[in-house]
């Protein structure tokens, strides 16, 4: 008889320093079978829907619901969603769930809520109280209390770029497929107080190249389910924010020295963090980029406008590094307009829709994020429109606007330029350009194979990478970077994390105790 295993997917990055809401509008929801549809094959869905099914077991699909990172989530939208995911759990349940298989981000907070996957993981728990539970994560997951309680084992991505979804998606089946086996398992997690940038910890170059490396090692010996790193998210002002290391083993003694082991060495490495790309100053930035091109140094020469990053939930909409540009006595003299990705504005978008090679006068940007910037005029040409570009999860109205030398994108939605189609489709080649700024961070595989120059410009928004100049509220102090001079021994916390789940256990066994009475 096959294994019934269940389903879900949420997926987001939240960023409480954006002042956006992230709701319905922002999120692509899929039910049931359309869970599978259109997946790349870097999706960890997929990886896990491939893997089981090779199994032999049966899938029960419920939702998936995912969006680019964004400010928090709508607090009646995530209510919703969790609702029907549980809702039909619970409809499932009664046919027989052998198994339960989920794709999560970990650093999802929902606006006058909280944390996210805590509560939905502690409903299907209650739902399913002894049926295996294993999730995959993202690097930056944030584990909290409430994960770590109600999920038999995690295991996140490894790569940062998160080139290794699939496999890390593949990775959580493989650890269910173990559980159903009947092989029990165990697991630990010991919190690191670090808050580090994802632009500080790729795994491309060391000191995380190194760590991951020794982790996989470590991951390799017998015994061992699951190692991994979660990083955190630094622009989540919450009382859970923090690194960390998460192991599951089948023995609890050989996942409590190996999650030490792995703390003490991140804890060892804290000050080794550092930014790998040339970074300055934005103005520098500018000045360094076309010096270069001055020179005849090979060109297409990136910059990242990693202040504003909508793949790290900033709100894209920031103006600060193209109001540079445009002012840069430079940039009149490149011999193809500077390519700019992007500005999120609807209004401004909009207002470009039929007017391809048209003269206007256009306001944009600073719609979201008044604090950072200032919103622009300019008069320029519409050079390209899409309507419902679908690169990027929901449909969104796309433009290309030409002012001032230089071509920037502008978006319905909120988007993220992790790569090179939507200019492509906007009739603009990166390869061809002398230089590219982009809101990201480190650059993506994608534009790091063109680049033949990449600079990160130290610019404002809601992703800026000075952690300490942030207006922290909430996050658990002491913490590093924020508090140099703090002491750490790893043993403290998992300590702590064991008397609490022994705790937990002598009172579930109590309150059993009195219902039996």
Not at 292 to 311: E, H, K, L, Q, V
Not at 338 to 362: M, S
Not at 425 to 437: F, I, Q, T, Y
């Amino acid at each position: 008889m096959k294994n019934r295993i269940l389903l879900a997917a949420m997926h987001h990055e939240s960023n409480s320093f954006n002042p956006i809401i992230a709701g319905e509008n922002d999120f692509r929801v899929r039910a049931g079978e359309e869970m599978f549809q259109d997946l790349p094959h870097n999706n960890a869905v997929r990886g896990i829907r491939e893997t089981l099914e090779a199994a032999g077991c049966e899938l029960v699909p419920t939702r998936s619901v995912s969006a680019v990172p964004n400010g928090e989530v709508d607090k009646a939208f995530f209510l919703k969603e969790k609702a029907a995911i549980l809702e039909q759990a619970r409809q499932e349940k009664e046919k027989g769930i052998d198994g339960l298989c989920l794709a999560l981000h970990g650093s999802m907070r929902v606006h006058d809520y909280g944390e996210a996957e805590g509560p939905f993981l502690e409903e299907l728990r209650a739902l399913f109280p002894h049926t295996p539970l294993y999730a995959s994560l993202d690097t930056h997951s944030t584990m909290t209390a409430k994960m770590a309680r109600n999920a038999d084992g995690f295991v996140a991505y490894k790569c940062a770029p998160h080139t290794d979804q699939y496999e890390t998606g593949a990775h959580a089946a493989k650890m269910l497929l173990h559980a159903l086996g009947g092989k029990p398992a165990c697991h630990a997690w010991v919190k690191v107080p670090l808050l580090i940038a994802g632009e500080q910890s790729s795994s491309l170059v060391s000191p995380m190249k190194d760590l991951q490396a020794e982790l996989q090692k470590r991951e390799a010996a017998p015994g061992i389910l699951a190692s991994s790193y979660l990083m955190g998210f630094p622009w989540s002002d919450n009382p859970e924010s923090s690194a960390g290391v998460y192991v599951v083993a089948e023995d609890q003694e050989q996942a409590n020295e190996e999650a030490l082991y792995l703390a003490d060495l991140l804890w060892q490495t804290r000050k080794k963090f550092c930014f790998q790309t040339e970074t300055y100053e934005p103005q520098k930035a500018l000045d360094m980029a076309f010096e270069a091109i001055a020179r005849g140094d090979r060109t297409p020469i990136y910059i990242s406008d990693s202040g504003d990053n909508p793949t790290a939930g900033s709100s894209s909409d920031v103006t600060g590094l193209i109001a540079l540009l445009l002012k840069h006595p430079e940039t009149a003299k490149l011999r193809v307009p500077a390519l700019f990705g992007g500005i999120y504005d609807p209004r401004a978008t909009l207002a470009l829709k039929g007017k391809v090679g048209e003269e206007t006068e256009l306001t944009f940007g600073a719609v979201f994020d008044q604090k950072s910037s200032q919103p622009l005029s300019c008069r320029g040409r519409c050079m390209a429109y899409i309507s419902g570009w679908t690169g990027f999860g929901h449909p969104s109205d796309v433009a290309l606007f030409r002012t001032g030398n230089v071509d920037i994108v502008l978006a319905e939605k909120h988007i993220g330029y992790t790569g090179t189609k939507l200019f492509l489709d906007l009739g603009r080649d990166p390869a061809k350009a002398e230089l590219v700024l982009v809101k990201l961070g480190y650059l993506t595989p994608e534009h790091s194979e063109i680049a033949a120059r990449s600079i990160m410009a130290l610019s404002q928004g809601s992703t800026n990478e000075a952690l300490a100049t942030l207006p922290y509220k909430l996050v658990p102090r002491p913490i590093y970077p924020l508090d140099p001079e703090l002491s750490y021994k790893a043993e403290e916390h998992l300590q702590a994390q064991l008397r609490q789940r022994t705790g937990l256990a002598q009172a579930m066994n109590l309150l059993r105790f009195w219902i039996q009475r």
